[in-house]
């Protein structure tokens, strides 16, 4: 058990930070602890949490803005948004369901981990959204950097940099994002039976249409059910049925699609988020695999022996795999196989001892690695925050 | 020469100009090195063109191999590198340095792959952000973000501000449309940063790096999103009895649910001269006007015109013009597009760029009017309105270096007062020389070594693009903290 620090405000984060870097004790960093399993493990006497810094402190639904305190809740986060007729546009990636996690996800470790959901596909990640950070830096100084304007190119982009550093540059305190208003409504297309490389295709051809497909996801076929391969469109009721209409006569040469009214396409887009259908077996390691849409089917195909379920989001950019527990979750065959299709892979599930043993994320180029490790010791130049959650460090 | 500081030349460097030259020829050939004073003398501004300083040489490359080489030679040699794409920067990005070499990426601008499927396009930087477009065009794909420069600026200038446009509101800037970048460090190693995969793990120096306003390295290959062409597009102008009402509207609007492609404002003055110039048939008794745009089929199109209309009129709107064909829609931004240029036909002007909370609006005209009023100036404001981002046009006359001075003084203090009320000193030209001095009002001095420290882990003998950004008296300050 270690210590847990949960410092009321950003000065006892600094305070925390600063002993860290004087006693030279490297601290862990979480939010809620929802995304615990995400990451490689790392050896910490304490862990931080701001999980008490929490309130939603901007909220201009005419300007497209909204901040809130890292500790906030993602859900009270939305809620406050939707009240507004607001929403986060990636909608947010939720760690629960692969985890089998009651922890509740916070706005800081969504940012942390740029956890980005489905829409990603046409409304961009995390980062695209953010806009605005407050973090303590290694250093043990709090900095700011965007704002709460959409539109800033005032000194460098440390926000992106920020979103998607898992708490190793810094901690952050506060978030600003750009939102967008929620849709009158939403409904999907269904085809059923397409293969992985025809589904995928058909993906493709729906997100080059014009008509902003906000989901783009294929299931294939498991023993009790076909495969699907599910479009989204969310617009005013009344663009909804002509764009859907437009959408499935492109798509004809995939067969008729069947239509989900708004409720149940809401369901099965939030099974899709969670990734839901791959995870049958805890005990199963799940690989995250981002690679070009046009690659994607011929990927799953070279990995089939390895793969016990898999599924495809992203328009076929976003392949999910679930493999069957291993030492090396299959590293050895699956790293490759991605390297070669031009991809990136990260293992977000598989027990510590096998995220110890293996790379977690996508091993960098070393001239890559020297330029991550350069900026990573200008942040944190004694390596007290979540040393090693990322890449061993030299 | 005006008022913003340069560093003074190093005279070790001048001293070794030939040496350095000689050395540039090997690994470049030919007409690749420039080094006549006549020929040099094209590179020796941008657009900020009230400052001018002649470069001790250029260099173009036609390969990512030739960037690496001239970097690992300059950096080697302790010269300063001033990166170059069509010197478009409207903030001083790629004014040049008496003791520094410009690298240009002018020669390498071929499109490299392009990916319908995959919605995805690989090209080298030297291409024009509107040459991007025109190569896809014909499929029903286009390159999202549009500056106003974009008929010549390039990808890499783009990358290395961060640049914007008119219809970001909907689409985004440079960086939420940029997947992968080859990327040259100062040591001559080639960096391969994203690609057509999305969202790489690892830090996003892809994110870091744009923006960076050419201080890290160099970036001679970019992976682009691209996009299908919506069904249509059309405009619709409204008129304002005041600069208010049409603020109200824009936050009206979107405060409704709707997020049109682009909110375009223009005052009283900026219709008066535009109109003047374009005859774009612009409401002459109107104290502001709007243009929005929206897109879709052509019922989708009525339909948000027509709920767009209702706020408007709701916010005072009295006059509304909806375009009905092709070219009356051309006619509505005529006038906006040529704004700049209408501009510069009756007086020099600043533009200033900084970006304000849309609610602020009211407010912060009336302050640029007091602020232009004082100093005796006029001034036209021409902004995109939907994400805040204002472009005041403040005249002056060039040949008077009091009114210049003043009219640097006034733009200050307008981009000072953005930042006041929760905004920014840029939205979309970047700092540059122009706003360097002002970083300070923005940042404490712990963000702005934070931001140094990140430098200096890229470059850390400070010579990519040394003079820009930061305060000059800092500089030497945190080179000693890092």
């Known amino acids: 058990m270690t210590d847990l620090i949960s410092p009321i405000d950003e000065a006892g984060v600094e305070a925390a930070v600063h002993a860290a870097m004087s006693s030279k004790t490297p601290i862990a960093i979480r939010g809620g602890g929802s995304r615990a399993g995400l990451g490689r493990p790392i050896q910490a006497a304490r862990t931080l949490t701001t999980e008490k810094l929490t309130g939603v402190t901007l909220l201009e639904p005419a300007e497209l803005v909204a901040s809130a305190k890292a500790g906030t809740s993602v ?43 489905p829409r990603r596909v046409i409304a961009g990640a995390a980062r695209d959204a953010l806009i605005g ?85 294929h299931l294939p076929a498991t023993a009790n059910a076909p495969a699907r391969t599910v479009a989204r469109l969310e617009n005013f009721e009344s663009q909804l049925r002509y764009r859907a209409g437009e959408l499935e006569k492109l798509l004809k040469p995939y067969g008729a699609a069947a239509r989900l009214d708004a409720g149940a396409s809401h369901d099965l887009w939030g099974e899709i988020r969670d990734v839901a259908p791959l995870l049958g077996d805890a005990a199963r390691q799940v690989w995250k695999i981002s ?59 598989a027990s510590d001892a096998v995220r110890a043993a293996v790379d977690v994320f996508e091993p960098e180029a070393p001239a890559l690695a020297r330029l991550s490790e350069a900026v990573t010791a200008a942040f944190d130049p004694a390596g007290v925050l979540n040393p090693g959650r990322m890449h061993v460090r030299h | 020469m005006s008022g913003i500081a340069m560093p003074e030349p190093d005279p070790r460097i001048l001293a070794r100009r030939d040496q350095i030259v000689a050395g540039l020829r090997e690994i470049v050939p030919g007409e690749g090195v420039i080094d006549t004073e006549d020929e040099r003398r094209a590179f020796e501004t941008d657009a900020l063109t009230a400052y001018r300083r002649m470069p001790l040489a250029v260099v173009l490359p036609s390969t990512t191999e030739e960037v690496a080489a001239v970097l690992k030679y300059l950096n080697g040699q302790g010269v300063p590198i001033i990166p170059r794409g069509a010197g478009t920067s409207l903030a001083g990005g790629a004014l040049p340095q008496e003791d520094a070499v410009v690298v240009g990426v002018s020669k390498m601008a071929c499109v490299l792959d392009v990916n319908l499927a995959d919605r995805t396009m690989r090209v080298q930087t030297g291409i024009t952000n509107l040459g991007v477009s025109g190569a896809i065009a014909h ?106 009402a049409a603020g109200a509207a824009t936050a009206a609007v979107i405060g409704a649910g709707i997020v049109p492609v682009a909110i375009e404002f223009m005052d009283k003055i900026a219709i008066d001269i535009c109109e003047d110039f374009a005859h774009a048939g612009y409401p002459m008794d109107a104290g502001a006007l709007l243009i929005v745009e929206v897109e879709g089929a052509p019922a989708e199109i009525d339909e948000q015109l027509a709920r767009i209309g209702e706020v408007a009129r709701a916010n005072g709107a009295t006059s509304a013009r909806q375009a009905t064909t092709a070219a009356e829609a051309a006619a509505i931004w005529k006038g906006r597009k040529s704004a700049f240029g209408a501009m510069g036909r009756i007086s020099d002007y600043i533009c200033m760029d900084g970006t304000i909370p849309t609610g602020r609006l009211p407010e912060i005209l009336a302050r640029i009017t007091d602020i232009c009023d004082a100093a005796g100036l006029k001034v036209a404001n021409i902004f995109h309105a939907g994400d805040g981002n204002l472009h005041p046009l403040v005249l002056y006359d060039m040949n008077d270096p009091v009114s210049l001075a003043k009219a640097e003084h006034a733009g200050e203090e307008i981009l000072l007062a953005c930042v006041e009320v929760g905004g920014c000193l840029t939205g979309e030209h970047g700092v540059g020389i122009e706003k360097r001095e002002l970083m300070t009002a923005q940042f404490t001095e712990a963000e702005l070594f934070q931001q140094m420290r990140v430098k200096s882990a890229f470059d850390p003998n400070w010579l990519m693009n040394p003079a820009k950004v930061f305060p000059l008296e800092l500089r030497a300050e945190t080179r000693k903290a890092a």
Request: charged letters at 20%.
């Open chain 1, 75 to 117: 859900a009270e986060f939305e809620a406050e948004l939707a009240k507004a007729g607001q929403r986060l546009a990636f909608e947010p990636f939720d760690h629960r369901a692969l985890y089998g996690s009651t922890a509740e996800p916070t706005v800081g470790g969504m940012v942390a981990t740029n956890a980005s959901g």
């Open chain 1, 133 to 217: 950070v407050r973090l303590v830096t290694g250093r043990g100084e709090t900095i700011r950097s965007g704002g709460r304007v959409m539109k800033n190119v005032t000194g460098y982009d440390l926000v992106k940099l920020a979103c998607g550093s898992h708490g190793t540059l810094g901690v952050v305190t506060e978030a600003t994002f750009k939102t967008l208003p929620i849709p009158e409504s939403e409904l999907s297309l269904v085809w059923e039976g397409l293969d992985d490389a025809r589904g995928v295709e058909a993906l493709c051809a729906a997100m080059g249409s014009p008509f902003e497909t906000s989901g783009a996801a």
């Open chain 2, 139 to 244: 499929e029903g794909f286009f390159y999202a973000p549009d500056p106003s420069s974009q008929l010549a600026c390039t990808i890499a200038g783009n990358v290395a501000m961060n640049s914007g446009g008119a219809h970001c509101l909907k689409y985004g800037v440079t960086t939420n449309n940029l997947m992968g970048v080859t990327f040259v460090t100062m040591e001559g190693e080639i960096v391969e940063i994203g690609g057509d995969a999305m969202d790489a793990p690892g830090l996003d120096l892809l994110g870091l790096i744009c923006g960076s306003e050419g201080q890290f390295g160099m970036v001679t290959e970019a992976t682009l999103r691209i996009l299908p062409m919506a069904e249509g597009a059309r405009p619709i102008l409204f008129g304002f009895p005041s600069s208010e």
């Open chain 1, 291 to 349: 690679v070009a849409p046009s690659r994607a089917a011929a990927l799953a195909a070279r990995l089939g022996p390895l793969v016990a379920a898999h599924l495809y989001d992203w328009s076929g950019g976003l392949l999910w795999v679930a493999v069957e527990p291993t030492d090396d979750a299959g590293s050895s065959s699956l790293r490759p196989a991605v390297r070669e299709a031009r991809g990136h892979a990260t293992l977000v599930r």
